[in-house]
């Protein structure tokens, strides 16, 4: 713990804790959302506040009246709609910048975690689970390549010749090379934040999904939606597929192989639909 | 590349032709999924396919959607396509990227190696061969076909530069 609490501590540009999100998802978990609390929470940030509105009066959901103010843009757009967008706007500012450690240009490791999420979600979905839970796990999980970027920029070529030479998952050789990995410093990093213990769990196990012990439904369903976003060529850096395949995700869940096809197909068709959203918001 | 020159970006599941030497059909970040370029050397007509899934089968409403989704439907409607604008099956160049695969010994994410698999059933069935690929392995590459030229320029994500996978002089016979 002290080891991955020194490599944060490190890391001189750290993007701001996203405050809202983690608020915000107990506020929606629980069975009578409280609207007030939701807009005062969402108000805190004039730029989520800008892009609720703008999406509340955008053509894909515009009503007769453009919507005037920010109470009446979280009704029209139901909770859900609202939480997705937060988790957006958050998880762009933190995810959007290149990563030179990691051979990461700008914009694809949020590519990548928007796959993954949607990946995740319409998974749970399919098992009739919290999806925005495991939106969320996904959305964030390569959090801790932001913190490891920076120490891996300086020995990108070892890391390269590591990787090549061994033939080994990106977290071993991380492991190797530094002594910690990118999931578990993610996972840290989400608990100072005061993320919910099940959203952390799930992104320090999200390449080995039987090791969140309680919380291995929802690493599974990271795990899967990481694996599917790579599938779909949203997977960057140098040796990008270097990571295990565990069969134990899919007996977590329940799954066979042959469901993951379609779940890149649901995801296709969502995607499109998110990248809108995000454009006429953006 | 001149600004004479244009570049068609084919998007995950989707194919473009064309028979205009100051284009160059470009597609990123394959993945799992296969990019498949064809090419005529002497109409100089070309097109380039970015299919996601082996069969049909998984979905045959989406197939008849977005044919450029699975190997089967995509490679057929790309070789309509060409022949459409002149192309001619005995002169074509078939070169192939993508399939990456994860390090699986479960077997069970090997998802690259069906795509491969498929299409070379596929071509095998139409007595079509592969001229050049570079398939498989840990890398996410991205792909691009100079119709002027045919050649077939490869990026691996994470690496700088582009590497040759087909050049000019073995397409000009």
């Given at each position: 713990m002290q080891e991955l609490d020194i490599y944060i501590d490190k890391v001189?540009?750290?993007?701001?804790?996203?405050?809202?999100?983690?608020?915000l998802l107990s506020?929606?978990?629980?069975?009578?959302?409280?609207?007030?609390?939701?807009?005062?929470?969402?108000?805190?940030?004039?730029?989520?506040?800008?892009?609720?509105?703008?999406?509340?009066?955008?053509?894909?959901?515009a009503g007769a009246e453009p919507a005037s103010g920010l109470q009446e843009a979280v009704t029209r757009l139901g909770f859900r709609q609202v939480y997705q967008l937060v988790a957006a706007v958050s998880g762009s500012r933190m995810l959007g910048a290149a990563q030179k450690g990691y051979g990461i240009n700008g914009g694809e490791l949020w590519q990548h975690s928007v796959t993954a999420a949607v990946a995740a979600q319409i998974i749970a979905q399919s098992n009739s689970e919290d999806e925005s839970l495991a939106f969320t796990a996904a959305l964030l999980h390569d959090l801790g390549k932001i913190v490891l970027a920076g120490a891996l920029e300086h020995i990108y070529e070892e890391l390269?010749?590591?990787s090549q030479s061994q033939q080994s998952a990106l977290i071993e050789t991380e492991k190797r090379l530094l002594g910690v990995q990118h999931a578990e410093i993610g996972?840290?990093?989400?608990?100072?934040?005061?993320?919910?213990?099940?959203?952390?769990?799930?992104?320090?196990?999200?390449?080995?999904?039987?090791g969140a012990s309680s919380h291995q439904r929802l690493a599974a369903y990271v795990y899967l939606g990481n694996m599917i976003a790579y599938f779909m060529g949203h997977g960057y850096g140098h040796?990008?597929?270097?990571?295990?395949?565990?069969?134990e995700a899919l007996e977590i869940l329940n799954l066979k192989p042959d469901a993951l096809p379609n779940f890149m197909i649901q995801t296709f068709d969502k995607l499109q639909m998110v990248e809108m959203m995000v454009k006429v918001s953006a | 590349m001149s600004s004479l020159e244009q570049k068609i970006i084919v998007g995950i599941a989707d194919m473009a032709v064309s028979k205009n030497p100051t284009v160059t059909l470009a597609t990123y970040s394959l993945g799992s999924c296969l990019g498949v370029a064809i090419y005529d050397p002497i109409t100089k007509a070309g097109g380039l396919l970015h299919v996601m899934l082996p069969d049909s089968n998984i979905d045959a409403a989406k197939a008849a959607e977005r044919p450029s989704m699975f190997v089967d439907t995509g490679v057929a409607a790309l070789f309509r396509a060409v022949y459409q604008l002149g192309a001619e099956k005995q002169?074509?160049?078939?070169?192939?990227?993508?399939?990456?695969?994860?390090?699986?010994?479960?077997?069970?994410?090997?998802?690259?190696?069906?795509?491969?698999?498929?299409?070379?059933r596929l071509l095998a069935e139409h007595d079509l061969c592969i001229y050049a690929e570079?398939?498989?392995?840990?890398?996410?590459?991205?792909?691009?076909?100079?119709?002027?030229?045919?050649?077939?320029r490869l990026k691996v994500s994470g690496q700088f530069g582009e590497t040759l996978l087909l050049c000019k002089n073995s397409t000009s016979t």
């Open positions: 001189k540009s750290l993007p701001p804790a996203p405050r809202i999100l983690p608020e506020l929606l978990r629980k069975e009578d959302v409280d609207a007030d609390r939701v807009v005062n929470l969402i108000a805190f940030d004039p730029a989520i506040t800008a892009a609720v509105l703008r999406l509340c009066n955008s053509a894909v959901f390269v010749q590591n996972g840290r990093l989400l608990a100072r934040w005061k993320f919910p213990e099940n959203i952390v769990s799930a992104v320090t196990f999200h390449h080995d999904p039987t040796q990008a597929f270097a990571l295990r395949g565990r069969a | 002169r074509l160049i078939i070169s192939v990227a993508g399939g990456a695969q994860i390090l699986d010994g479960s077997g069970l994410f090997n998802l690259g190696p069906r795509n491969h698999e498929a299409l070379n570079q398939v498989g392995g840990l890398a996410n590459r991205s792909m691009r076909l100079s119709l002027a030229t045919g050649e077939v």
